[in-house]
């Protein structure tokens, strides 16, 4: 059984930085893709960004040129690095990696930006 967690969320100025880490429980290499996702308090989980197994990353158009997306397969880690951010990037971030047709998610991690 796959398990993703995540940490590095907390409370930041808006402007300010953090990077969020998702840890899994054995090699991400057989992940087709891996990705980053957000659900603010009454609004539906949105996509945030995904990275391929080749590299390939997209990102939603609300964080392009503020976050970047990357992962570690010899530390079996993705990282979210968020910069500029703004009081609308606080969220609860959940992590997420697909295999085949399995999907699989973390608990999340709560990131607060005040204003």
């Known amino acids: 059984q796959v398990q993703l967690v995540e940490s590095g969320g907390g409370l930041v100025q808006a402007g300010g930085s953090l990077r969020l880490s998702c840890a899994a429980s054995g090699s991400i290499s057989s992940f087709s893709a891996m990705g980053w996702y957000r659900q603010a308090l009454g609004k539906q989980r949105e996509l945030v960004a995904v990275?391929?197994?080749?590299?390939?990353?997209s990102y939603a158009d609300s964080v392009k040129g503020r976050f970047t997306i990357s992962r570690s397969n010899a530390k079996s880690t993705m990282y979210l690095q968020m910069s500029s951010l703004k009081p609308e990037d606080t969220a609860v971030y959940y992590c997420?990696?697909?295999?085949?047709?399995?999907?699989?998610w973390g608990q999340g991690t709560q990131v607060t930006v005040s204003s």
């Open positions: 997420r990696a697909d295999r085949s047709s399995t999907v699989y």
């Open positions: 990275i391929t197994t080749i590299g390939s990353t």
